[in-house]
Structure formats: C-alpha cells, structure tokens
C-alpha cells in the first residue's frame, strides 16, 4: 500500500514539473501562447516586468528610462493603458509636453475612467500657457469625474490667467 501511495505520489510530482515546464514555456510568448494568456487574462511577466521597472524608474524622477521601458511595454501590448500614462507623465517631467499630451490622449481614449489623464493634459497645457486649452481639459476631466473639486479649481485657475473673471468666479464656485 505504501508504495503504490509513493509511486502515485512520484507521478503526480512528476506530471507537475511536465506541467510548470509547459507552463512556463508557455508563457515565453509565441503567438499561440500570447493569446491563451489573453483569454485567460493573463499578463506576459516580461511585459509586466518591463512595465514594473518603468514605474520604478518613473517614481526615481528617471524619465528617460521610464520612457524608453514604457515605449517597449506599449510596442509589446498597444492597450497597455497606464503605460501610456505613466509615459504621459515621464515626458511631462522631460517638458516634452506635445509628446505627454498624445499620451494623456490616448489614454482616455482606451479607458475614459482614468480622468486623471485629462486633468495632467491640462497641466502641461497650464505650463505652455496655453490656458485656453488648459481650461478645455480641465473641463474634459470634471465631465469624466464630476466630484473631483480641483477640475473646476483648475479650470477657474486658467480661465482667470484668460482675464475671464466671471467664467473663473463661476468655476471656482463649483470646486468650493
């Protein structure tokens, strides 16, 4: 009994290495496999570590590297959205503001639920002193999430840098 318990034993942890081996080959990304591991909703690890190293090299103030590892990780997934954010905010912190923008943009293009996108595309705007586009995106992010008061407060910051007094004293009221 022992041993036909030990030969079992023996087959099954050998059928789970076959198994991790076939796993983990799997995940080494060949088309057929890619697309298992999107309908199962999985996420490649080299794309999820390209993408974990960017945000690492984002919050050190390392734009450039975050920028180069967040333009892989878009290369390897066109819908990786919060690299396009997290990049957004890295040319941001370059001043490539155009380049940030087109980002910001096509963030809330793939999920209009990251407001926040819209709201950093009105900062760089607000930094060109743009403040006519600035106040547009400010606008666009409180359309996108209404309870957020610095939308409005923002918006009120821009239209008053425009000398339109009452559009800011109206926008000022709605964040208060």
Known sequence: MVKKITIA???LLTGLASHAQQDSTALGGSEVDQSTMDSLGLVNPVLQKKYNSGVTAFTANKYMEAVQLFTEVILMDEMYVDAYFYRGQAFQGLEKFDEAIKDFDKTVLIDPNIHEAAYFKGKCYMDQGDYENSAKAFDQASDLN???EKYPYFK???EFQMEQ????IKSFDEAI
């Not at 007094?165 to 800011?168: I, S």
């Open 9 to 11: 034993l023996s087959l």
């Open 146 to 148: 209404k309870s957020d």
């Open 165 to 168: 007094y009452e559009l800011a």
């Open 156 to 158: 009120g910051v821009a």
